[in-house]
């Protein structure tokens, strides 16, 4: 491994860039990780900066149950995201659907489509919680 490979790891476990995708939600959660950027929780303040961009991404944070118009787009977009990556579903609808399980739009839980590496219960989970997954 070359030097700027390393350069670059070192970099990344610094500074979590993060990638916000709503999958279909009610917006709770959204507004929850727009308090995390506020500047009582900061989540600058640990490096994290939020990207409009997947491709310079490191973290993908999924709000919402997997719908039938969503699927395609979540694949498609974890498939953008560069390695080394992590994939944080906030909320309890990307973990199981939620209120909206049994919906025939909806599919279930995003652990359908992607591998998710860290699920922060709640609905809407707090902001402190968050920052800790």
Known sequence: MNIFTRLIRFARKRSPWVYVLNAGSCIGCDIEIGACLSPRYDIEHIGGLRQGSPKHADILLITGPLTLRS??????????????????????CPATGNVFAGSPTVEGGVLD?????????????RPQAILQG
């Open 113 to 125: 489509a992607v591998p998710v590496d860290v699920f922060v219960p709640g609905c809407p989970p």
């Open 71 to 92: 699927a395609e787009a979540v694949r498609s977009i974890y498939a953008q995201i560069p390695e080394p990556k992590a994939v944080v579903a906030i909320g309890s």
